[in-house]
């Protein structure tokens, strides 16, 4: 079979279906899609929320609670306690199947009825504000994240200790403002970072030591805008930026940002990837649009 360009029903722009989807789709009995692909991508995000918490009362127990569900919803939404008990009979709800009326609106007037959980977390110990984690202990509005302690307002955290306003990190300690390092201990303001102590606005740097305002740089110590110093020279030099004041944080973002401007990035952050395209892949093979993705084979805009 060969591709086959099609006309998204929904933005009016052609998109081509490729051989291997004809036979993915053929092997999960399914039609091809009439959406574009980001499309299609605009339905799974408008379904799906995570982020945004909303005060409202259980319709179980009628305490107020936390929800991903507003409450304006039609649907009932169940605190985690009484979605967990034998309160919940989903059999109860059960209804049959006509085939003379279209599936989805079936599907509709069941969700409609069925309690939805007003928050995923499990295992959590002294924390709040929580969706879709596990096992963290005295965190506060964490999303998408397990195996955490201490940390407040991050997304899709793990393993990870003392952290403040992050996004992405695995192992990272002591940190503030930082997204997509790993393995990280006291850096600030930083972003696509690896093995990195003591430094902060970095941009992709690997096992660097006491460096600030530094880009593309590895194995390196006492660096400031990518240039060497002695500790002594370095030490003198940070205390000069303030940064223990909102308004040399704020300087010294200027001048960062100023100095990267020219400078030479990755066009992705990929690793071990064969036959792919997309960011942010680790050991992936004939991977097709797909981002975050990690130990993957054979998969299509996801």
């Not at 660097?208 to 030490?235: A, H, M, P, V, W």
């Amino acid at each position: 079979m060969e591709a086959e360009t099609r006309h998204c029903q929904n933005c009016k722009n052609d998109f081509v279906i490729e051989p291997d989807d004809f036979g993915f789709y053929e092997k999960i009995n399914v039609l091809p899609p009439r959406l574009c692909p980001d499309c299609r991508a605009q339905l799974r995000l408008c379904f799906r929320n995570e982020k945004c918490l909303y005060k409202r009362k259980c319709d179980n127990c009628q305490k107020e609670i936390i929800s991903i569900f507003s409450p304006n919803k039609t649907y009932p939404s169940w605190c985690p306690d009484c979605w967990w008990s034998d309160d919940l009979d989903s059999k109860k709800y059960g209804q049959d199947y006509d085939p003379k009326r279209p599936f989805f609106e079936q599907f509709r007037e069941l969700w409609e009825q069925v309690p939805k959980p007003a928050l995923v977390s499990t295992r959590d110990v002294d924390c709040s504000y929580m969706n879709l984690t596990a096992d963290n202990r005295n965190c506060y509005k964490l999303i998408e994240s397990s195996n955490n302690e201490n940390c407040i307002n991050c997304y899709w955290i793990q393993l990870s200790k003392d952290l403040v306003d992050c996004f992405f990190t695995n192992k990272v300690e002591f940190s503030y403002e930082v997204d997509d390092c790993y393995d990280c201990h006291s850096i600030s303001y930083s972003k696509s970072c690896y093995n990195c102590l003591d430094s902060a606005f970095l941009l992709d740097c690997r096992g660097c030591t006491s460096c600030l305002g530094c880009i593309n740089l590895r194995g390196q110590k006492y660096n400031i805008f990518n240039k060497q110093y002695s500790k002594d020279e370095y030490e003198e030099k940070l205390k000069s930026y303030k940064l223990d004041k909102h308004s040399g944080i704020e300087a010294f973002k200027k001048e960062f940002a100023h100095f990267i401007k020219d400078k030479p990035r990755k066009f992705a952050e990929i690793t071990n990837a064969v036959n792919s395209t997309g960011n942010y892949m680790t050991n992936v093979k004939n991977n097709r649009q797909c981002f975050h993705s990690y130990d993957a084979e054979d998969n299509t805009y996801c």
